[in-house]
């Protein structure tokens, strides 16, 4: 039984949020199942959104679950899922993007996994590496790769 999907999502993916939202809803929603709207974000990257969303660091200590919440992305995401009436929880991570999506699948108990990414070229999967190749061969449940429309990446 279907009880919750990870829908993993990162810096790339604004433009394709509608298109995992649907991806989503298709999986989740006939389930009644729980999504879990996860940003993770790099230590670079999570310096930034700090910087850009003007938290306050003199606090001890910001959870990322709030920095998530306050993503742009997560924002639309919730927005689609309110409107369908679908439970979601936030969850932020800092970290390498792949290894940190297959940590937060096993914390959360997911079922599935959803993550968006762009068609790459060989030579590109090879110089790069994918964080979508590694959810894919080292998530604890079946995982969804959401593809976009946009020409090969290098």
């Known amino acids: 039984m279907l009880e919750t999907v990870l829908l993993a999502v990162g810096?790339?993916?604004a433009?394709?949020?509608?298109?995992?939202?649907?991806?989503?809803?298709?999986?989740a929603k006939p389930a009644g199942a729980t999504v879990i709207l996860a940003h993770?974000?790099?230590?670079?990257?999570y310096d930034q959104v700090l910087d850009?969303?003007?938290?306050?660091?003199t606090v001890d200590e910001i959870d990322p679950d709030a920095v998530a919440a306050r993503h742009s992305t997560i924002h639309d995401l919730k927005d689609i899922f309110d409107e369908h009436d679908v439970d979601y929880e936030i969850r932020g991570a800092v970290g390498e993007h792949g290894p940190s999506i297959v940590d937060l699948s096993t914390e959360t108990g997911a079922d599935m996994v959803v993550v968006g990414g762009r068609r790459r070229s060989p030579t590109g999967k090879a110089?790069?590496?994918?964080t979508a190749?590694?959810?894919?061969?080292?998530?604890?449940?079946?995982?969804?790769?959401?593809?976009?429309?946009?020409?090969f990446e290098d």
């Open 52 to 57: 850009r969303l003007e938290f306050d660091r």
């Open 15 to 27: 433009e394709r949020s509608g298109q995992l939202a649907e991806t989503v809803l298709d999986i």
């Open 133 to 151: 190749q590694e959810v894919l061969l080292s998530a604890p449940c079946p995982v969804t790769f959401v593809r976009s429309d946009d020409e």
């Open 127 to 130: 110089v790069f590496g994918s």
């Open 40 to 45: 993770v974000f790099t230590e670079r990257e």
């Open 11 to 13: 810096p790339s993916d």
